[in-house]
């Protein structure tokens, strides 16, 4: 498509519950990143994607939070046991391969809210 | 490791006063530095860039030019519009890692 794509665009869910959200790249781009956005901070690092692999998870907060990518293409981000604390706006970004100097482009988030 | 400090905002000015917005970094490397900007209800857009020391990034009247003596990479508008109202953030790439500063509230008043 012409942008990155994610959804739901919303979610809300009870504490406990499990989630998952989905993050369409750009089409071609290889390398695809999680951010996370909590209300009233910046952007917080969660992973990223150099194709299907992960060589930078350290942003995951916990063993509840894992993120797959099939195909170098779609990306799940899926958060087990939900808890209250997990309330923020996930955004994921694309980018082309080679272009290191290019930035990224992001997608309109998914706006969680763990009640 | 990397690190991005922005102005704490909020920031609140006048429509058609001048903008700055600092920003300075720290970096390992000679990373590539941007802004981008997040309107109220939309996703973040990359507003401008500069890839190395000394270039100056521009886009829609706002300029920042990378100062690799000083570390700095400060947003500027000489004249802000009430559309101009948004967050902004600057970041750094280095690596394939994107660091971002926390973020500066920008309101224009008309």
């Known amino acids: 498509g012409a942008g990155v794509s994610q959804s739901p665009s919303n979610k809300v869910t009870e504490k406990g519950k499990d989630v998952e959200l989905r993050c369409d790249p750009i089409s071609g781009h290889t390398a695809l990143y999680w951010y996370r956005q909590r209300l009233g901070q910046g952007l917080e690092f969660l992973i990223y994607f150099q194709g299907n692999s992960a060589p930078d998870k350290s942003g995951l907060p916990s063993d509840r939070f894992s993120a797959e990518r099939t195909g170098e293409s779609v990306s799940t981000l899926t958060i087990q046991r939900t808890q209250q604390e997990d309330s923020a706006v996930y955004l994921c970004?694309?980018?082309?391969?080679?272009?290191?100097?290019?930035?990224?482009?992001f997608g309109s988030g998914t706006r969680l809210t763990v009640v | 490791g990397n690190s991005v400090t922005q102005m704490e905002g909020p920031v609140t000015l006048s429509e058609e006063a001048f903008l700055t917005i600092n920003c300075t970094y720290t970096a390992t490397g000679y990373p590539s530095l941007f802004w981008y900007v997040q309107y109220p209800g939309e996703g973040l857009q990359l507003l401008l860039k500069a890839t190395k020391a000394d270039d100056k990034g521009s886009n829609k009247g706002f300029e920042a030019t990378y100062r690799k003596e000083t570390t700095s990479f400060h947003l500027e508008k000489g004249s802000v519009q009430v559309s101009d109202s948004a967050v902004y953030f600057c970041a750094l790439l280095w690596a394939r890692q994107l660091t971002f500063g926390s973020g500066t509230q920008l309101t224009v008043l008309p």
């Open positions: 970004a694309s980018s082309p391969q080679s272009t290191e100097n290019y930035g990224y482009t």
